[in-house]
């Protein structure tokens, strides 16, 4: 079956970078739009960014914009999220997503990667 697999979560100072790795496995990733969502303590798990399999003109969440940039590399199936400036309400687990369009990867992904936690103190 199709695996989203995440890496590179780790604890992190504020003001600091950080970037997220997630490999495709089984899945025609050049047909796929990719994107990431996060799930902080206590809250509803939010969109943050997505990115069509062109790579063209991706979407990021108000709380992100300027801050995250999202990428990809059809080659290696894997997307990348990069993440400058971080604050502490960055802190979430973040979670690696997969549907054939953005407008549904936006709402209900097809498939979701396993997670990898972001922590960043102050």
Do not use: H
């Not at 969502?37 to 399999?53: D, L, M, N, Y």
């Not at 802190?91 to 396993?114: D, E, F, K, M, N």
């Amino acid at each position: 079956q199709v695996q989203l697999v995440e890496s590179g979560g780790k604890l992190v100072q504020a003001g600091g970078s950080l970037r997220l790795s997630c490999v495709a496995s089984r899945l025609p990733f050049n047909n796929y739009a990719m994107g990431w969502f996060r799930q902080a303590p206590g809250k509803e798990r939010e969109f943050v960014t997505a990115i069509s399999w062109s790579a063209l003109n991706p979407y990021y969440a108000d709380s992100v914009k300027g801050r995250f940039t999202t990428s990809r590399d059809n080659a290696k199936n894997t997307v990348y999220l990069q993440m400058n400036s971080l604050k502490p309400e960055d802190t979430a687990v973040y979670y690696c997503a997969a549907s054939r369009t953005i407008g549904v990867l936006r709402t209900t992904p097809q498939y979701w990667g396993q997670g990898t936690q972001v922590t960043v103190s102050s």
